[in-house]
């Protein structure tokens, strides 16, 4: 059973750039998440998808924007990059009516805007 | 959603029981309590989850009031390899379709030699 994977592990960008997160879904797993985590805090809802739809979002504005693709991965794209965006992204699968409330984080992408 | 409570850190030594509490005065009738695992740049992990009385796994138990207001995380003779933050998590599981975790600030557990 592969685990979720998500790209790249760091990234550094400018303010006002654009960045694309990649995450690979955990075997079986139809649905995912993204999150965003500042240092020292818990991590945020930003969104999630299911069967290539958003069904969910947290409050983000709307230059935060995703995709699912069929084989159910997912892209996060952030557009118009400032500071605060510097954080931990993290990917989250999960199986849609699945019995627990449990959801298979990935080790996340570290994002830096300068 | 139903807010949590939970202390900021807390420290202990190898071997010693731990018993973490969190607070959700407003708990709804559909939330269940769910308890997360992080350690220092990887995603949170599922530890645990409970609607009522008691819940045990081989990593850890939870107990829950009958009020249900509150819950407590107890990890059995720890090791320093416990040494984590951990989110206590409070939601429903039937909500509109989909699962969104909301996170408070968690408790950051040291384990000392």
């Known amino acids: 059973e592969t685990g979720v994977t998500q790209s790249p592990t760091h990234l550094i960008k400018t303010r006002g750039q654009q960045v694309t997160l990649r995450c690979s879904s955990q075997s079986g797993h139809n649905t995912v998440s993204w999150y965003q985590q500042a240092l020292g805090q818990g991590p945020q809802f930003i969104f999630q998808?299911?069967?290539?739809?958003?069904?969910g979002r947290g409050n983000f504005p709307p230059r935060f924007s995703g995709l699912q693709f069929p084989n159910y991965s997912s892209e996060l794209n952030v557009n118009a990059l400032e500071l605060d965006d510097s954080a931990l992204y993290l990917c989250?699968?999960?199986?849609?009516?699945?019995?627990?409330?449990?959801?298979?984080f990935g080790p996340g992408t570290r994002l830096t805007v300068t | 959603l139903a807010k949590t409570t939970q202390p900021i850190s807390m420290d202990s030594y190898e071997g010693q029981e731990v018993n973490i509490t969190c607070s959700h005065n407003n708990i709804a009738t559909n939330d269940y309590i769910t308890w997360y695992q992080q350690f220092p740049s990887q995603g949170p992990r599922f530890i645990i989850q409970g609607y009522k009385t008691k819940v045990t796994n081989e990593v850890a138990s939870l107990f829950i009031p009958a009020d249900r207001k509150s819950s407590t995380l107890s990890l059995p003779r720890v090791s320093l390899s416990d040494t984590a933050v951990y989110y206590c998590l409070v939601g429903d599981m039937f909500s509109g379709g989909y699962n969104k975790l909301i996170f408070g600030a968690g408790t950051r557990l040291a384990v000392h030699p």
């Open positions: 998808y299911y069967r290539e739809e958003e069904n």
């Open positions: 989250a699968s999960s199986l849609a009516g699945g019995e627990f409330y449990e959801q298979y």
